[in-house]
């Protein structure tokens, strides 16, 4: 008896070890071996619900989200009346898409304990997700009624208002977090999506270098900073950022992609089309990799490979209107009129307010012959834009060419009002002056050269 008694405190005292050198490892990111010693630990003794949960929360630290609700499931079956325990299980189910789950999770906390916080603050997110945003800030306030000064609230607040595009009140919301929370993680990058969605490019940057401060080797952010630079046409130091994704994930798709797409602009071909291959070589469904290839292969001439790579394109495009419209562009260029249309139709199904979708499916129909169809197109771009330059250029030409001159100088003096300078308009004014001149002088020829017939015409 005495020696099953020392062997059984011998394994108790060796499972303790374990979990302390997991708490260890966990302190220091070592995750891994942290998991190594819990499992260690449970292997000796099963049922203890607090090293279940403590093994669930190192899951989730490692993105093992599945796994991690079953070990959370284990803990509650052992601790059924632990909040803690189903607020972590109901917050995995939100970020695995089981929202029905989440809440009825929520809900039982909310049985258990009407006073724990975390089940109204966290159920923000699953509202939001849902799209049900008047719920979403019912348990913002039912949070804060409960715990009126909550980092994770205005955060979680935030984030359903930026998902209804409300940039500014997020903002606002996640200053409140900075205020109570100045180290809440992800913080500076979130307030820096905001700007950039508000156009404000300066104040993006400036948040994204505090991010990057706090967490200079992050990929996702790193990216981001990288596309950010191009839009402001800083493209070395655009470059310097994929490259440094590269140094991180050799095999990084997109930082490939994008290093041909500033290698395309700088007009370096050869090594644009080396990024690019790369690119489509690790992800061949990458959206934009066939057209950008396409495009710098028509830059060099090569007319039948850049066909082939832009309808190639059109096999895994999403639904990106830039992307569309830049593509419709080329495969106008290389003779695909019919496939162009059908990039241009795509925008304007997802965006019926698109400009340019509007503009340039108008010059297809012009290019193909199709007048009218044209005209209709460009008087649609002018009811959205009435001072689109191009649209009124266009009505002029087309007018002219029909023969309908005064129309034609009314749409072209419209169109030289907004851009004085434009040589173009006053080239296309002066030929409407002379044939409408020309015309009108015909006229009492063609009456008399009709006066005549009808005279001889007489018995």
Not at 210 to 223: H, N, S
Request: glycine letters at 4%.
């Amino acid at each position: 008896m005495s020696e099953t008694n020392f062997g059984y405190f011998n394994d108790f005292s060796d499972a303790e070890q374990c979990i302390e050198n997991a708490h260890d490892f966990y302190d220091k990111g070592q995750w891994q071996y942290a998991l190594r010693e819990l499992d260690a630990a449970l292997e000796i003794n099963p049922n203890n619900a607090d090293w279940l949960f403590n093994k669930a929360l190192t899951l989730d630290t490692l993105e093992r989200f599945e796994e991690a609700t079953e070990v959370y499931c284990q803990a509650h079956d052992l601790k059924t009346n632990d909040p803690e325990i189903l607020n972590c299980l109901a917050v995995d189910y939100t970020r695995l898409g089981r929202y029905d789950l989440a809440l009825r999770t929520f809900e039982q906390i909310e049985q258990l304990d009407p006073q724990f916080e975390p089940a109204y603050c966290n159920r923000i997110i699953t509202y939001s997700e849902l799209g049900q945003h008047d719920k979403a800030e019912e348990m913002f306030y039912l949070a804060r009624q409960l715990k009126e000064h909550c980092s994770l609230c205005f955060y979680n607040m935030g984030n359903s208002l930026f998902s209804r595009k409300l940039y500014d009140k997020a903002i606002w919301c996640w200053q409140q977090t900075r205020d109570i929370e100045p180290t809440h993680p992800n913080l500076d990058y979130r307030i820096a999506q905001a700007y950039w969605a508000l156009g404000d490019h300066p104040k993006t940057w400036q948040y994204f270098l505090a991010e990057l401060r706090l967490r200079p080797g992050d990929v996702e952010v790193l990216l981001d900073a990288g596309i950010l630079l191009l839009e402001m046409n800083e493209l070395e130091n655009a470059r310097e950022k994929f490259h440094r994704i590269l140094e991180l994930q050799p095999d990084h798709v997109q930082a490939w992609y994008y290093l041909g797409e500033i290698h395309l602009q700088q007009r370096n071909l050869q090594r644009a089309v080396e990024c690019l291959q790369k690119a489509r070589k690790l992800n061949p469904a990458q959206p934009g990799v066939h057209y950008r290839l396409g495009e710098c292969f028509l830059l060099l001439g090569k007319i039948p490979e850049a066909r082939e790579l832009l309808l190639a394109e059109l096999k895994y495009t999403t639904d990106q209107p830039e992307i569309l419209l830049d593509l419709g562009g080329l495969l106008q260029q290389v003779g695909k009129s019919t496939e162009a249309m059908g990039c241009f139709e795509k925008v304007i199904d997802a965006h019926s307010d698109d400009v340019r979708a509007y503009q340039n499916l108008s010059i297809c129909y012009y290019l193909s012959g199709l007048i009218e169809q044209g005209m209709d197109l460009s008087r649609k771009v002018l009811e959205l834009e009435p001072n689109n330059v191009m649209a009124l250029y266009n009505l002029a030409y087309a007018y002219w060419k029909k023969g309908e001159y005064s129309h034609a100088k009314d749409f072209a003096l419209q169109s030289q009002k907004l851009t004085p300078d434009d040589r173009q308009i006053k080239a296309l004014l002066r030929k409407i002056s002379r044939h409408h001149l020309l015309h009108r002088c015909m006229q009492p020829l063609l009456q008399i050269r009709r006066g005549l017939t009808l005279r001889k015409s007489r018995p």
